[in-house]
């Protein structure tokens, strides 16, 4: 088995994944016992997911060795930014905001125009948003607009 980047990555990223997991087993159960959906259930689905994924770069690589472009790099730089801005947003703006802002200009970054990247956020956000708090009855922060709940 050749070492290659995609195969670097994917060890970090199955460390990170095996991390995240054991993360998630650490939260607490949720009020009244063993239920099947808890909090930890959205952060193992996430650590299995990005275990596979990782399993595969590593199974499976790239042939191609070429390092992207700065631009590309610069591209990266920007969607870590807008992530921590999200992290960082996220309690004060509430979720629907700090979603809507966040998938927006990834959206438009990635060649949406501003309008449909607008609508893709503003979607996005509240979709998720009454998947999580209706349908799955995980509260998430409301932030600048708790007032109108």
């Known amino acids: 088995m050749l070492l290659n980047n995609d ?3 994917g060890m970090l990223m ?3 994944a095996v991390a995240y997991g054991w993360g998630a087993t650490q939260l607490p159960e949720p009020f009244g016992g063993n239920e099947v959906v808890g909090p930890s259930t959205f952060p193992s689905i996430l650590a299995w997911i990005l275990g596979l994924c990782a399993i595969y770069l590593i199974v499976k690589p790239d042939p191609s060795q070429e ?3 700065a631009k590309i790099f610069g591209e990266l730089l920007v969607v870590v930014v807008v992530l921590l801005g999200y992290a960082w947003s ?3 703006l509430g979720f629907i905001l700090a979603s809507f802002a966040c998938v927006a200009i990834l959206s438009w970054r990635m ?3 501003v309008a449909s990247a607008a609508l893709v956020g503003l979607g996005t ?3 998720v948003f009454l998947i999580f708090d209706i349908g799955l009855e995980l509260p ?3 932030g600048l607009l708790g007032g109108l709940a």
Do not use: K, Q
């Open 7 to 9: 195969r670097i990555f």
């Open 67 to 69: 390092w992207p472009s």
């Open 125 to 127: 956000s509240v979709g």
């Open 90 to 92: 996220l309690d004060y």
């Open 14 to 16: 199955l460390v990170l």
């Open 111 to 113: 060649g949406a125009t």
């Open 140 to 142: 998430l922060p409301m």
